[in-house]
């Protein structure tokens, strides 16, 4: 029996089911924090972690951006955009997040935020992306 050469694997062909799957986990997480927020009563003032002021919870379409700046996040931004301080914990978190951040974050018309939603979301794309070429490489061996 002859046997057939398999097609080149190439990374284009492997990029629409990955951009699904990513574009549905975003919808999902957002929607999810948009009623989560909503849902959810605030804490009296406005809360403060890490020394970043997060927004208080406001009705509206900035509820689905506003929303990922909970738990974590706060810690990235204040050291995105202050760096780490020996007093305060911050040494608990990895470096490279804030730095992509704050490189990011010099583009004109983006604060912090906005440069960590980008860096996050890149990097969660790239990773499906990757993710799916390598298990189609290992499904052809």
Same mark, same amino acid.
């Given at each position: 029996?002859? @046997?057939?050469?398999?097609?080149?694997?190439?990374?284009?062909?492997?990029?629409?089911d990955?951009?699904?799957?990513?574009l549905?986990?975003?919808?999902g997480?957002?929607?999810?924090?948009?009623?989560?927020?909503?849902?959810?009563?605030? !804490? @009296?003032?406005v809360p403060?972690?890490?020394?970043?002021?997060?927004?208080?919870?406001s009705?509206?379409?900035?509820?689905? $951006?506003t929303a990922? @700046?909970?738990?974590?996040a706060?810690?990235?931004?204040?050291?995105?955009? !202050?760096?780490y301080?020996?007093?305060?914990?911050s040494? *608990?978190?990895?470096?490279?997040?804030?730095?992509?951040?704050?490189v990011?974050?010099?583009?004109?018309?983006?604060?912090?935020?906005?440069?960590?939603?980008?860096?996050?979301?890149?990097?969660?794309a790239? *990773?499906?992306v990757? $993710?799916?070429?390598?298990?189609?490489? @290992?499904?052809?061996?």
């Amino acid at each position: 029996m002859a @046997e057939t050469a398999a097609a080149p694997v190439r990374l284009r062909d492997g990029v629409r089911d990955p951009l699904l799957v990513f574009l549905g986990v975003r919808i999902g997480f957002s929607l999810l924090g948009f009623v989560a927020t909503g849902v959810i009563a605030s !804490r @009296e003032g406005v809360p403060v972690v890490g020394g970043w002021p997060i927004e208080a919870v406001s009705a509206g379409w900035r509820l689905l $951006l506003t929303a990922s @700046e909970r738990q974590d996040a706060a810690w990235f931004l204040a050291i995105a955009t !202050r760096g780490y301080d020996a007093a305060d914990g911050s040494a *608990a978190f990895f470096p490279l997040y804030p730095l992509s951040i704050r490189v990011v974050a010099w583009l004109p018309g983006i604060g912090p935020l906005g440069a960590a939603l980008l860096v996050s979301n890149a990097c969660f794309a790239g *990773a499906l992306v990757m $993710l799916h070429g390598l298990t189609r490489l @290992e499904g052809m061996t």
